[in-house]
């Protein structure tokens, strides 16, 4: 159980994000799903009020943060190690790495939203 305990939520549920059926549960789940967005999302009318719009916005932007790292580690000694230090392409490398990491957390949490938001109910599995 999550959030006021009215109904199960899988493991990687988002803390924040009060469990479906919940009293305003849509308006934490739009707030989490912005907060995974980038900050210009938030200009837009139509993500503000389809929560599921937004949800497949953060799964695609989700999505491309994780390419970006991919890419990223992938080129930092070429495009950056003529101009910094090599224990700074070190660092940098671990950076895109550490976000890296925390990148399929997020993913799954805004796909357990996403799915609610469809109208998914989730069952505990014995």
Not at 85 to 97: F, G, L, R, S, Y
């Amino acid at each position: 159980m999550a959030g006021d305990g009215s109904r199960y939520v899988p493991p990687g549920w988002p803390p924040m994000v009060r469990p479906p059926g919940a009293v305003d549960w849509e308006m934490t789940a739009s707030a989490f799903l912005l907060d995974c967005c980038p900050p210009d999302f938030r200009l837009y009318p139509v993500l503000r009020r389809h929560p599921v719009v937004l949800a497949r916005f953060a799964a695609r932007s989700l999505e491309g943060q994780a390419k970006a790292v991919e890419t990223g580690v992938a080129e930092v000694r070429t495009e950056l190690g003529p101009w910094v230090a090599p224990e700074v392409v070190e660092q940098a490398i671990d950076a895109w790495q550490r976000f890296g990491a925390l990148l399929p957390r997020t993913q799954r949490a805004v796909d357990l939203v996403e799915r609610a938001l469809r109208g998914e109910e989730f069952m505990p599995t014995l």
